[in-house]
């Protein structure tokens, strides 16, 4: 395959970012594949030596996304990458997918009052829109206390998938070899330059949600501990923004002042 052909098909497949290097770098004991049909970008990679997607983070997470720079909108739709088989990071583990050690035992009872401990009303933040929050390093300092650093880990389930500015991804939470519960954890982004933040934040998230199931910090989706909280610990105030003048109602906690740009008048 020449390079101007692998070039076209790599364009097909979204990965419009990858540079082609000419055919005469190829090696001549690598044999050309041809196909009658579409050809795979690993395939590409091997005769053009092209960084496949599965070795490439820019090309296998952010590949479409990326390549909209060229004006490929569509390339902004990354959402058949997901739970991709042929994705190079899925393969090699069976907790891509296994489901193995859910529900056999509970776990011993040391372990079991650490994970659902009461939650230190201390540690608990309020948004400004009034939702209560356990910082997630709060969620892996209860993990590491109940099962030991190295003893447990969230494994990816499928691929990064971007809608719009949000960035998501499914993950597994594994504790002891056991599967424990997954989800999907998201994070809203403004540029490229913030995805790598943002895939950070898209982890933490799906931490905090799996944690529910082993009961840490359930007290945050309990309504009448929520309603108590606010009413003993929390205020809601209109507040005026120092460059805009607009005006908004938002909560905080009694012991905390508003920081800038928003101040009580």
């Known amino acids: 395959m020449h390079a101007r052909t692998a070039y076209v098909q790599c364009q097909a497949r979204g990965l419009s970012s990858v540079r082609v290097i000419p055919a005469t770098k190829r090696p001549t004991s690598t044999p050309v594949k041809e196909s009658s049909g579409s050809i795979h970008a690993s395939e590409v990679a091997e005769e053009s030596h092209i960084p496949s997607a599965s070795s490439s983070p820019a090309v296998a997470a952010f590949g479409g996304e990326l390549g909209s720079r060229n004006g490929n909108a569509e390339n902004h739709d990354l959402s058949g990458s997901l739970f991709n088989p042929d994705e190079g990071y899925l393969q090699g583990s069976h907790w891509s997918t296994s489901f193995q050690g859910m529900a056999t035992q509970p776990f011993e009872s040391r372990i079991s009052e650490l994970l659902m401990a009461p939650v230190t009303e201390s540690d608990i933040e309020i948004k400004p829109d009034g939702l209560l929050y356990l910082p997630e390093i709060k969620y892996r300092r ?3 206390r109940a099962f030991g ?16 500015r949000t960035l998501s991804r499914e993950y597994a939470l594994v504790c002891l070899g056991r599967f424990i519960s997954q989800a999907r954890g998201e994070q809203d982004f403004f540029d490229e330059s913030g995805l790598a933040t943002a895939t950070e934040g898209c982890k933490s998230n799906a931490l905090v949600r799996c944690c529910k199931d082993l009961g840490v910090a359930s007290e945050l989706w309990d309504p009448a501990f929520i309603t108590q909280f606010k009413a003993k610990r929390c205020v809601e105030e209109w507040v005026t923004h120092a460059v805009k ?14 920081d800038y740009p928003w101040a009580k008048k």
């Open 142 to 144: 209860i993990l590491n």
């Open 245 to 258: 003048g607009s005006k908004k109602r938002m909560w905080r906690l009694k012991e905390r002042q508003w």
């Open 149 to 164: 650093p190295g003893g447990w880990g969230l494994v990816p389930r499928g691929a990064h998938s971007v809608s719009g």
